[in-house]
């Protein structure tokens, strides 16, 4: 469904009535809903805020809440957590690279005529209280919640950053579509295939067939990995850590793999 989109000055009003702006913007096929702030660095030179996958009403209620709390003196730090936004649930903050204000921060760059603000993202835990970077954290809701730290400046210029079409075939396990296991390993072999693995199984009736834009959806951190060449493999201790890579020939690369899989 097309929504119309108000003229930034809408916003800039309100930045000028009340110091800042909120934006909310409505979930498609690329991206979850979300909320931005507008305005925060101009009146209280605090970094604007953006939050993802709450619905339309509380992601705008929580960027609400905390300007307010913003206005009254509080400051949103890196990694410290928050009580009083979500019930029962802290929440904390990391930093967003500025690649990523073209796709997420559109109003706010009109109104600053340009990128040279801050911004944080507000991250919040799943019903366990398990953090996205946790290796147990329900991995069913990584796309409700991207993380735009962990993406690279360079890659986050477009929502799809792959060399291959969003309808390739790849590999992955019932592990990872059905059991909330994370993608802990991912192969780009020498004939094209990609596979993204838990690293639990090697069994082939665990085997599933999905399209690249799916697999992109259930875990966007396999962003980071676009770029991985043919015959090259990358795997991470648990989501949110560093990817590890290397290239073998064939024989030695299946095998290895293979000894990855029974850990």
């Known amino acids: 469904m097309a929504h119309e989109c108000p003229p930034v000055e809408s916003f800039a009003a309100d930045v000028k009535k009340y110091g800042f702006s909120v934006v909310r913007v409505y979930r498609d096929e690329d991206s979850p809903d979300f909320a931005f702030s507008m305005g925060l660095y101009h009146t209280y030179k605090h970094p604007e805020i953006i939050v993802f996958g709450l619905g339309l ?17 509080e400051k949103c730090e890196v990694d410290r957590l928050y009580d009083g936004l979500l019930e029962g649930y802290q929440c904390t903050f990391r930093n967003v690279p500025k690649g990523c204000y073209p796709d997420y921060f559109g109003y706010t760059r009109a109104f600053y005529k340009g990128d040279d603000f801050p911004a944080l993202q507000l991250v919040w835990p799943d019903k366990e209280n398990k953090w996205p970077w946790e290796i147990d954290f329900n991995h069913q809701w990584i796309w409700s919640q991207p993380l735009l730290a962990h993406w690279p400046d360079e890659k986050t210029k477009s929502h ?7 309808n390739l075939g790849v590999f992955t396990t019932t592990r990872v579509l059905d059991d909330n296991h994370p993608v802990l390993l991912v192969c780009h072999d020498d004939d094209g295939d990609w596979q993204f693995l838990c690293g639990t199984t090697n069994d082939s009736d665990h085997a599933r067939l999905i399209c690249l834009n799916d697999m992109v959806k259930l875990d966007p951190s ?7 060449p043919l015959g090259w493999r990358a795997w991470r201790e ?3 850590a560093e990817w590890y890579r290397e290239t073998e020939t064939s024989e030695e690369f299946d095998m290895s793999r293979r000894d990855a899989l029974k850990h």
């Open 222 to 228: 396999v962003n980071e990995v676009a770029d991985l």
């Open 160 to 166: 799809w950053v792959f060399d291959e079409p969003r």
């Open 238 to 240: 648990n989501v949110g």
């Open 57 to 73: 009403d509380l992601n705008g209620w929580v960027i609400n809440e905390l300007a307010e709390r913003i206005g009254d003196g």
